[in-house]
Structures are given as C-alpha cells and as structure tokens.
C-alpha cells in the first residue's frame, strides 16, 4: 500500500472518530470506530517491527520520548562495545578500536548529516546544546564585531566601511527554551554588549506559537540584528518552524541563521544546507535515543568551515596536526572545528546504534507515521476529552512530534498519568506533552493513552496529587 496511514486520514477526513455508521462520508462504522481503525494501522504499519527492537519496559506506555529516548538494542550494543574496548585496549581504542575513538565526533556526524539534510563535514557531534549554543552564537558574534558578516545597512558607513559603533542584536522568541537566552545573554555580555538592549525578543500572540510574520517584522523594525536564532520547533506547544522561510528572512536582513533543532532532530526531516542555515544545534537524548546526558550535535555551513571556534579546544584542531600539540591553534576545516575537549565516549557510543536504528526505519517514513500518531491522537482528544485542549498547530506544516494538551490540572493530570505507567510530562502552566514517537509506539497505544487520560479525568484521580512538585519530568 503506497500510504499505509490512509485508513487514518480517510477516517479523521470524513468526520472525525467515535460517531459510528451515520458519520463522515465513508459509511463504514469500522473506520469511525477508534480501536478497529487503531488496529488497522498497526496491521498495515511498516514500521511496526521497531518496536520490538527498544526497551520500553513491559507495563509502560512511555510517551515522553521528547525528553529522554528509550534505550534500544542496538544502542545498548554500540555501549557495550565501546566499554569492551576499553577494558581491552585501554588508551589504545583511540586508534586501534573499530572503528577508531579518535574521530567519533566526526563518524557520528556523518551518519547523522541525512537526518538534516546536511553534508558530512557540516555535522559534528561534541559538547551539549548550551555548550554549542554559546560556541556558536560566539563565533558569529565574533564574526560580526569583525566586520565580516553578512551585509547589512545598518552595519556600514556611507562609504561601505563597517561601523563598529552599532552592536549586534540577536533575534530570539519569548517561548524558547530557556538555556538558550541564557547562553546568548552571556554571550553578549562577553563581548561588552547589553544583553537588555542587543537580544531581540520576538513576542509569541497566543501565548502557544510563534507567527513567521513576527519573525519577519521584527527584522524589518530593526536592522541591527545580526543573528536570527530560532527553535526549529518549540519545546513546549511543538510547533514546527519553517526553517526555510526564517533563513531567508534573515538573510535578506544581512543576518546570520542559526537553530536549535532538539524538538525536531530525529523525529522531522531537515535541509539545513539546502535553507542556507548558517548553524543548528541539537542533542541525541530525546529523538536520537541515544541515553541520558548523551553528546550533543550541530551543524556549521561549509562556507564557514575554517573560522575559529569562540570556545576553541583542541579537539576542535586540524586533525591531522592535532598532536603536534601546538600551542597556535589551527581550525579543523569542517564543523569538527567547534568540538571543544576530549569527547565523552561512553556518551556518545549507544548514538551510533540508535541512529542506525532511524536510518534503517528511514526519516521520511517516521514522519509520515508520527503525522499519524499525532492526527490520530488529536482526533481522539478532540472526540473524547471535551475538556482537554489542544496546543500544537493541527496543520501538518506546523507540527513537530509531540502534542500539547492543555487543561488547568495539566500537572496533576500529568502526575496521574505517570504514576498509572503512561509516562508524560508537564510543563507549566498548563501543559501535558504527549508524544507518540514513531519508532517504538502504536495506534493502540495512542487510544490507550487518550483512555487513560479521560478515566481519570472522570474520576477525579489527579485530584489527590500535589502541585508545585518540581524536579525532572
Ligand atoms: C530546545 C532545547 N534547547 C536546549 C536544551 C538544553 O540542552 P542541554 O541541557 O543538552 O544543553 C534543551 C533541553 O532539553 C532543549 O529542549
């Protein structure tokens, strides 16, 4: 079958879920009915064997794989691989492991570049988001206090020489993730600018998503930006960015675009190098399943490759020199530049099981399926919990891999939830994450999860917990 999802869309197309024979348009009381459609998809699902190959423990439906990916067996291998090495071959794994430890940054870059749509020498894996948020940010602040990045008008004298007297303002949004405005803040702050006056806040409308056009404006209201740094999806309401449209907005403004890709990496396919986005970061523990705290990654364009780092390290050093061990630094000529120190092994070792693992389920065909997942479970919401609202854009353009739904008790609920083996998270004010990651959940999980929710919520069962608990979710 060419869409194995179409008996979804057909159904959500003629009427929505629940109402039997008498709606939408199919007169097929099976397809209206939610279990016979969710079995229906399971049967048809391509992808359904993936399951099998990750470690959700038995009992649990783990729909928190935006914050933390289940281990996989092909992920827990490439760790016991590389802690065999290591109690064999000591510190000679740097060179004589299979492959060789000394260029895991780069390895793993490449096998990651396809998910991005990226060049191999344009990915790299090191450091963390926020390290790489302020190593990359930095290079670009450099760049432009240099006077050599982008043109822009408000940069340059009447003579075409550069103005070092007008700072660079960063474009962000008021629903990022909060590390990010503080790692630019400090950023800027490094450089002798006010963060108060030079980083840009683009307001979010509804208090859920950001509208492009307010993306767009404000770099027509101000011609200082130098950098448009933006989530390729919110973390929060998982609305999708459109990468292309903001990389160009910004450079027709004379600015740089960076991205922070943690929402979006894995579970979306991206064209980084075709968007011209200038960097991305992401990390590999939500999507890319590979393991709490794992290595974090990111993109550089190759027409940068050969600047130097803000945050330069030794690792990040021309690697066929590297051990020369000269105190003058020479840039690596690709994003392997922006690594920083010695890579954490053991941190990065299950990334390349786990990526392996969405390479051979294919990007393409994960997002077709998490599009299902996440109509299937909004149609569900929508037919079952009058209560319940939903957060994340419903056009498929727009939606990342999770779904927000929003209710005033959302952290008890989430709380419930949890404790009922439906692993959610919450985040404030009123928001439950749901997310039906493609690799590893079914439309049957989906219904359970939405069934889930409404007996509690019938019940009252969420009221008996405490608010204002904190901690990790
Ligand atoms: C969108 C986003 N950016 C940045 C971060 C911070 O990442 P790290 O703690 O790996 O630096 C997170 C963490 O979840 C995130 O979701």
Not at 67 to 81: E, T
Not at 294 to 305: D, K, M, N, T, Y
Not at 337 to 366: D, H, K, M, N, Y
Request: aromatic letters at 8%; charged letters at 25%; proline letters at 7%.
């Amino acid at each position: 079958m060419d869409d194995p999802y179409a008996p979804a869309r057909d159904a959500l197309a003629g009427g929505g879920l629940g109402g039997g024979a008498d709606d939408g348009d199919a007169g097929d009381a099976a397809a209206s009915d939610p279990a016979i459609l969710a079995a229906r998809l399971d049967d048809n699902d391509p992808l359904s064997a993936f399951a099998d190959r990750y470690r959700v423990p038995d009992g649990v439906l783990y729909m928190d794989g935006n914050s933390l990916g289940p281990a996989s067996d092909a992920a827990l291998a490439s760790l016991d691989r590389v802690v065999d090495e290591w109690r064999d071959l000591l510190i000679s794994g740097w060179t004589d492991a299979d492959p060789p430890w000394f260029s895991v940054g780069e390895r793993l870059g490449d096998a990651l570049a396809p998910l991005v749509g990226a060049d191999p020498s344009e990915v790299v894996v090191g450091n963390s988001i926020t390290v790489n948020v302020h190593t990359l940010v930095g290079t670009f602040l450099d760049e432009l206090l240099a006077g050599n990045g982008p043109e822009r008008a408000g940069f340059e004298r009447a003579d075409g020489t550069w103005d070092p007297a007008v700072d660079p303002a960063v474009l962000v949004n008021e629903l990022d993730f909060p590390s990010d405005h503080y790692a630019v803040r400090a950023q800027l702050r490094q450089r002798g600018l006010d963060p108060d006056e030079t980083l840009r806040v683009v307001e979010s409308r509804d208090g859920r998503t950001i509208d492009p056009r307010d993306v767009e404006g404000a770099l027509a209201t101000h011609d200082d930006v130098g950098i448009v740094f933006m989530p390729t999806a919110l973390y929060r309401s998982g609305q999708l960015f459109d990468v292309s449209r903001i990389a160009q907005a910004a450079h027709e403004a004379g600015a740089y675009a960076g991205f922070d890709a943690a929402h979006s990496a894995g579970a979306v396919p991206h064209e980084f190098r075709e968007a011209g986005v200038d960097f991305a970061v992401w990390c590999t523990y939500k999507y890319l399943n590979a393991g709490p705290g794992s290595i974090g990654a990111l993109f550089v364009a190759e027409r940068h490759h050969g600047l130097t780092p803000a945050l330069a390290g030794w690792w990040g050093h021309e690697k066929a020199t590297q051990f020369e061990m000269n105190t003058e630094y020479t840039p690596a000529d690709s994003a392997g530049a922006w690594q920083i120190g010695t890579p954490p092994l053991l941190s990065a070792a299950p990334l390349e099981g786990s990526v392996e693992l969405l390479r051979e389920a294919g990007i393409e065909r994960l997002r077709a399926k998490s599009l299902a997942l996440t109509d299937f479970l909004i149609a569900l919401v929508d037919d079952r919990l009058p209560e319940v609202g939903v957060g994340t854009p419903r056009d498929h353009a727009a939606r990342g891999g999770h779904v927000a739904l929003e209710h005033p008790d959302a952290e008890r609920l989430s709380a419930a939830l949890t404790d009922r083996g439906v692993v959610v998270d919450f985040r404030p004010p009123n928001v439950v994450r749901v997310c039906p990651a493609a690799p590893y959940t079914s439309f049957a999980d989906v219904l359970e999860v939405v069934d889930g929710i409404g007996a509690i919520l019938d019940s009252g069962a969420h009221e008996e917990y405490a608010t204002g608990g904190g901690g990790v979710t």
